[in-house]
């Protein structure tokens, strides 16, 4: 079995960019697919990135994802931010049947 | 526009059962793998369970795995997961979650549901 982890909380003013990171603690980062999901409080989790780097319809490209085999991680970037993307935001993996989601990363945009 | 409604949540006490379902809409349900992922109060997203398209493959988490069953009906456009032995630390909001289906060749939840809470208490 892997982890997945994520910086507990990251803040950005609005208008800025923000890159949220995802470290894969053993087997290759670019062996399977990652995805990233946002949950907003009171929310169920909407996708904002799929299969490393593709956009669900309706999702700004505002929002972009990436993977580093060297440090064995993945990342969320956001750019252009809005208060409206204050949010939690989950990375999630998977080898075989053993599936993983990150801790979490609370994104504040003040 | 796809929808996936949860029911079946509610409170039940540790060692009973309870079964969730997941009616879905606007898509053609037999094309899809569908996961189950659960919220602890507070608590990060933890994967639950899938199934594929057909029903033919299912896979669970290691904390729910001889405990939990997921199913799917396709002529009722349904999953379900039955749950029995609840525990305590069973207690989250479930959500259903459709994967990409084809030509996508990955498994991974892309819709969600809106969630059905689970409290399990004596």
């Known amino acids: 079995n892997f982890m997945l982890t994520q910086p507990h909380s990251v803040s950005e003013s609005p208008g800025k960019t923000v890159t949220i990171s995802c470290t894969r603690s053993s087997g290759s980062i670019a062996s399977t697919y990652v995805q990233w999901y946002q949950q907003r409080p009171g929310s169920s989790p909407t996708t904002v990135i799929y299969?490393?780097?593709?956009?669900p319809s309706g999702v700004p490209d505002r929002f972009s994802g990436s993977i580093d085999s060297s440090s064995n991680s993945a990342s969320l970037t956001i750019s252009g931010l809005k208060t409206e993307d204050e949010a939690d935001y989950y990375c999630h993996s998977y080898q075989s049947t053993t599936v993983v989601f990150g801790g979490g990363t609370k994104l504040t945009v003040l | 526009q796809v929808q996936l409604v949860e029911s079946g949540g509610g409170v039940v006490q540790p060692g009973r059962s309870l079964r969730l379902s997941c009616a879905a809409s606007g898509l053609t349900f037999s094309n899809y793998g569908m996961h189950w992922v659960r919220q602890a109060p507070g608590k990060g997203l933890e994967w639950v369970a899938v199934?594929?398209?057909?029903?033919?493959?299912?896979f669970y988490a290691d904390s729910v795995k001889g405990r939990f069953t997921v199913s799917r009906d396709n002529s009722k456009n349904t999953l379900y997961l039955q749950m029995n032995s609840l525990r305590v630390e069973d207690t989250a909001v479930y959500y259903c979650?459709?994967?990409?289906?084809?030509?996508?060749?990955?498994?991974?939840?892309?819709?969600w549901g809106q969630g059905t809470l689970v409290t399990v208490s004596s």
């Open positions: 199934i594929s398209y057909d029903g033919s493959h299912k």
């Open positions: 979650a459709k994967d990409p289906g084809r030509p996508s060749n990955s498994s991974v939840p892309l819709s």
């Open positions: 299969e490393n780097n593709r956009r």
